[in-house]
């Protein structure tokens, strides 16, 4: 099973501009992170970006112009650039593999740990 792994999240001040990783292993080199999702307590996790194979991306409107989502095919790494924070994106930040075929085998998708993003005001 592919296993994600999140970095880059902490406190941050409003405006600030991290870039969150996912760094995928394990499974098959075809099977990469795709999407970026968030949630916060009491709340459904939501998309925040995505990104397809042919590089056309797609992004939440509450993050639409402040977030550019980007992929390292080589390094199997997924990105987030986050601009311009506000204190209403402070959430977990959890990065997703969709499930892949290889050799007429499934690879189940997972998702990883997550990474906090607290952004102060």
């Known amino acids: 099973q592919v296993m994600l792994v999140e970095s880059g999240g902490g406190l941050v001040q409003a405006g600030g501009s991290p870039r969150l990783s996912c760094a995928a292993s394990?499974?098959?080199?075809?099977?990469?992170?795709m999407a970026w999702y968030r949630q916060v307590p009491g709340k459904e996790r939501e998309l925040v970006a995505s990104?397809?194979?042919?590089?056309?991306?797609h992004y939440a409107d509450s993050v639409k112009g402040r977030f550019t989502i980007s992929g390292d095919d080589n390094k199997r790494t997924l990105y987030l650039q986050m601009n311009s924070l506000k204190p209403e994106d402070t959430a977990v930040y959890y990065c997703?593999?969709?499930?892949?075929?290889?050799?007429?085998?499934?690879?189940?998708?997972?998702w990883g740990q997550g990474t906090q993003v607290t952004v102060s005001s």
């Open positions: 997703h593999a969709d499930g892949a075929v290889s050799g007429g085998l499934y690879f189940p998708g997972g």
């Open positions: 990104i397809l194979l042919d590089g056309r991306d």
């Open positions: 394990g499974s098959v080199s075809s099977q990469k992170p």
